[in-house]
């Protein structure tokens, strides 16, 4: 299901592996290479997460120095502006690093305090919103969509436990040709959730529920509609009182328009109807919705990795549903609620037009990993997020190497 011949498509990437060679790493002197920074990273940061997760404020500086080259050589190959990562791993100590620049104009260098859009992982936060629900017994998984939603096809044999896993069938809408078309003629143009939903459900179901595994952005503007439905009241503002205000995550938001705190990157993409590569820091992500709108920054995100793998703000019997991965067809990769398992590494990743994110945890050994990039321009089919956080756990956790992502069709 292709947008069109000459470009691939548009959508808020997933997970999963691809065939690419890996880009080897090997052990350098102790230096940092030109345009890394290394970040100094407190016991107890700035904004008071506190220390429970850190036991030394460096990896050492050798193994440091690897993962400075490993992640420079990665953004010099695959042509990435600026990358941002930060690695918490107790015990050992922790990393966080910018390098290249956030802004290709004016050279301006990429830094660790930037806000980044982070895309598909507004889903984490969509469907936690809607388990917290759960909890409150206001819904429950097993509910048809029908009950809350009119007019969604098939939908009195789709539960919203399906929709959460990526197993409903529903056409996704960013598939569609003419939401392609009308998104990238005017980027600053509004989408209701109504709207988008109008693209997706114009051509047939492409499985019956609960049968296979398909990433589709509808899913969860369906789930986002729930919680609008059940509580009265807009997403935004029941995902900040009931999400981001117990997480203490005091640097995300669901924005209404364009808007878009500073500091940030320039974001730079190829999704255009050219082809040619321009500056999408100010699209509105309306079209993304509960699927791929929110802003963070690395240090919320890694304040959330652990908090969404680990069931903070749900009761264990709900996280336990929410962990609960299926297949998804993909080497190494399993699909839960909302959330997937990458080799061992819990979280979920986030791609759409000029920024990339990989906010994951890694239970066995307690580890944190965050990158954010300023661009989602592939290399070699691959999305370059997914092409620093390999190469970054292939010197970390070389038993939990992450999985990757690509752009779904």
Same mark, same amino acid.
């Given at each position: 299901?292709?947008h069109?011949?000459?470009?691939?498509?548009?959508?808020?990437? /997933?997970l999963?592996?691809?065939?690419?060679?890996?880009?080897?790493?090997t052990?350098?002197?102790?230096?940092?290479?030109?345009?890394?920074?290394?970040?100094?990273?407190?016991?107890?940061?700035r904004?008071?997460?506190?220390?429970?997760?850190?036991?030394?404020?460096? /990896?050492?500086?050798?193994?440091?120095?690897?993962?400075?080259?490993?992640?420079?050589?990665?953004r010099?190959?695959?042509?990435?502006?600026?990358?941002?990562?930060? /690695?918490?791993?107790?015990?050992?100590?922790?990393?966080?690093?910018?390098?290249?620049?956030?802004?290709?104009?004016?050279?301006?260098?990429?830094?660790?305090?930037?806000?980044?859009?982070?895309g598909?992982?507004?889903?984490?936060?969509?469907?936690?919103?809607?388990?917290? /629900?759960?909890?409150?017994?206001?819904?429950r998984?097993?509910?048809?969509?029908?009950?809350?939603?009119p007019?969604?096809?098939?939908?009195?044999?789709?539960?919203?436990?399906?929709?959460?896993?990526?197993?409903?069938?529903?056409?996704p809408?960013?598939?569609?040709?003419?939401?392609?078309?009308?998104?990238?003629?005017?980027?600053?143009?509004?989408?209701?959730?109504?709207?988008?939903?109008?693209?997706?459900?114009?051509?047939?179901?492409?499985?019956?529920?609960?049968?296979?595994?398909?990433?589709?952005?509808?899913?969860?503007?369906?789930?986002?509609?729930?919680?609008?439905?059940?509580?009265?009241?807009?997403?935004?503002?029941?995902?900040?009182?009931?999400?981001?205000?117990?997480?203490?995550?005091?640097?995300?938001?669901?924005?209404?328009?364009?808007?878009?705190?500073?500091?940030?990157?320039?974001?730079?993409?190829?999704?255009?109807?050219?082809?040619?590569?321009?500056?999408?820091?100010?699209?509105?992500?309306?079209?993304?919705?509960?699927?791929?709108?929110?802003?963070?920054?690395?240090?919320?995100?890694?304040?959330?990795?652990?908090?969404?793998?680990t069931?903070?703000?749900?009761?264990?019997?709900?996280?336990?549903?929410?962990?609960?991965?299926?297949?998804?067809?993909?080497?190494?990769?399993?699909?839960?609620?909302?959330?997937?398992?990458?080799?061992?590494?819990i979280?979920?990743?986030?791609?759409?037009?000029?920024?990339?994110? @990989?906010?994951?945890y890694?239970?066995?050994?307690?580890?944190?990993?965050? @990158?954010?990039?300023?661009?989602?321009?592939?290399?070699?089919?691959?999305?370059?997020?997914?092409?620093?956080?390999?190469?970054?756990?292939?010197?970390?956790?070389?038993?939990?190497?992450?999985?990757?992502?690509?752009?779904?069709?």
């Open positions: 299901m292709r069109s011949s000459y470009r691939r498509p548009l959508v808020a990437a /997933l999963a592996a691809t065939v690419l060679a890996p880009m080897t790493t052990p350098a002197a102790a230096f940092h290479p030109p345009g890394v920074r290394p970040t100094p990273v407190h016991a107890t940061d904004d008071g997460y506190g220390s429970d997760d850190e036991a030394t404020d460096s /990896l050492g500086p050798a193994l440091s120095a690897r993962l400075d080259k490993a992640v420079e050589d990665v010099k190959q695959a042509g990435i502006p600026g990358v941002v990562v930060g /690695l918490w791993m107790p015990g050992k100590g922790n990393y966080v690093r910018a390098t290249g620049v956030a802004d290709k104009a004016t050279g301006k260098p990429m830094s660790a305090d930037d806000y980044v859009r982070i598909s992982e507004t889903k984490t936060f969509t469907v936690t919103a809607l388990l917290e /629900l759960v909890d409150r017994h206001r819904v998984l097993d509910d048809l969509i029908s009950r809350y939603i007019g969604v096809p098939n939908g009195r044999h789709i539960t919203l436990r399906q929709l959460a896993e990526m197993r409903s069938g529903l056409f809408y960013t598939s569609d040709a003419d939401f392609e078309h009308d998104l990238l003629s005017d980027p600053q143009r509004f989408f209701t959730p109504r709207e988008l939903l109008a693209y997706g459900f114009k051509h047939p179901n492409t499985f019956a529920p609960g049968t296979q595994f398909e990433y589709s952005n509808t899913n969860l503007i369906l789930l986002g509609l729930v919680v609008e439905k059940v509580t009265g009241r807009k997403l935004r503002d029941i995902i900040d009182e009931r999400v981001l205000r117990p997480a203490r995550l005091r640097h995300t938001l669901f924005p209404k328009g364009n808007e878009f705190p500073k500091p940030h990157p320039q974001g730079y993409t190829d999704q255009t109807l050219s082809g040619e590569v321009a500056n999408s820091t100010n699209w509105n992500p309306s079209w993304a919705w509960a699927a791929g709108a929110m802003i963070s920054n690395l240090q919320d995100l890694r304040h959330w990795a652990k908090v969404v793998a069931g903070t703000l749900l009761s264990p019997e709900t996280q336990a549903q929410r962990l609960k991965t299926l297949p998804t067809g993909f080497p190494g990769t399993t699909y839960g609620l909302g959330i997937f398992n990458a080799s061992g590494w979280g979920h990743n986030g791609s759409l037009p000029g920024y990339e994110t @990989v906010t994951v890694l239970p066995s050994k307690k580890a944190t990993l965050v @990158v954010m990039l300023n661009t989602d321009i592939t290399y070699q089919g691959q999305e370059p997020s997914t092409l620093v956080a390999r190469a970054v756990t292939e010197i970390v956790t070389p038993d939990n190497v992450y999985a990757g992502a690509v752009v779904t069709p």
